[in-house]
């Protein structure tokens, strides 16, 4: 086993995957004897859960720029507060989702300016993934996925912001990581159709070259 970790992304649209991913390569990685810390944005520090609340709730209808510097600024304390040190703590960390999502919803979904998204990562990332994958799949499977298991927990409205926007949204959102993905280095597409445990194996395949 290689002598360092990793700093891995996880992302794509609604109900690709992500989670599922996650938490198997989670299981995988502290089985080998790893350190792993498996986080989320937005939302995995404890001010990130008052961010998370104001951005995925129906409630507040925020401006989308005001949206999208509350995704930066989850990013910011996320990086310094918990991925930043984990990673001087020789762990691994996995976020589920990362910048690629906020370049996919709200530029690409949105409409907002690039420009000024470039200009906020510059001032809210100080390290980027070793390695990030993107899960593709057919925005209409992902939506269908991502609604059941809403309508199934009980939270169309507390969570249900992004995926009450419908397919459009979703395609120009699935257009947006398939952008990402080209444009950006260390960037990996999976194939999302595929049975949870293919996806998962795709993944450690990948990831057998850096470990
Ligand atoms: N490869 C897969 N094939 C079929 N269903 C899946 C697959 N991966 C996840 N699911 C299911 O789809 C839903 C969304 O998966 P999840 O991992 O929560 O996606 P995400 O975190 O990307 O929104 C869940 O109900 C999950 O059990
Ligand atoms: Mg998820």
């Given at each position: 086993m290689k002598d360092y970790?990793?700093?891995?992304?996880?992302?794509?649209?609604?109900?690709?995957?992500?989670?599922?991913?996650?938490?198997?390569m989670e299981g995988i990685l502290k089985h080998m004897g790893r350190d792993v810390l498996l986080t989320r944005e937005p939302g995995?520090?404890?001010?990130?859960?008052?961010?998370?609340?104001?951005?995925?709730?129906?409630?507040?209808?925020?401006?989308?720029?005001?949206?999208?510097?509350?995704?930066?600024?989850?990013?910011?304390?996320?990086?310094?507060?918990?991925?930043?040190?984990?990673?001087?703590?020789?762990?691994?960390?996995?976020?589920?989702?990362?910048?690629s999502s906020t370049y996919a919803y709200q530029v690409f979904g949105r409409g907002l300016d690039?420009?000024?998204?470039?200009?906020?990562?510059?001032?809210?990332?100080?390290?980027?993934?070793?390695i990030t994958f993107i899960i593709e799949i057919d925005p209409k499977t992902a939506l269908e996925r991502a609604m059941g298991r809403l309508e199934r927990d009980n939270k169309v409205d507390e969570e249900g912001k992004f995926e009450a926007l419908g397919i459009d949204f979703f395609t120009k959102v699935a257009k947006g990581f398939d952008w990402y993905a080209d444009k950006f280095e260390n960037v990996w597409r999976i194939?999302?159709?595929?049975?949870?445990?293919?996806?998962?194996?795709?993944?450690?395949?990948?990831?057998?070259?850096?470990?």
């Open positions: 970790n990793l700093f891995i992304a996880i992302d794509g649209i609604d109900g690709c995957g992500k989670s599922t991913l996650s938490r198997g995995g520090t404890e001010s990130g859960k008052l961010f998370r609340q104001l951005l995925i709730s129906k409630q507040y209808e925020l401006e989308p720029d005001t949206e999208m510097m509350l995704y930066c600024a989850d990013r910011l304390e996320h990086q310094t507060k918990l991925v930043l040190p984990a990673l001087a703590d020789r762990k691994d960390v996995i976020t589920d989702r990362f910048v690039k420009d000024f998204l470039d200009y906020l990562t510059k001032r809210s990332i100080k390290k980027m993934p070793d194939n999302g159709e595929q049975k949870p445990e293919k996806v998962l194996a795709d993944v450690m395949h990948i990831l057998d070259n850096f470990i």
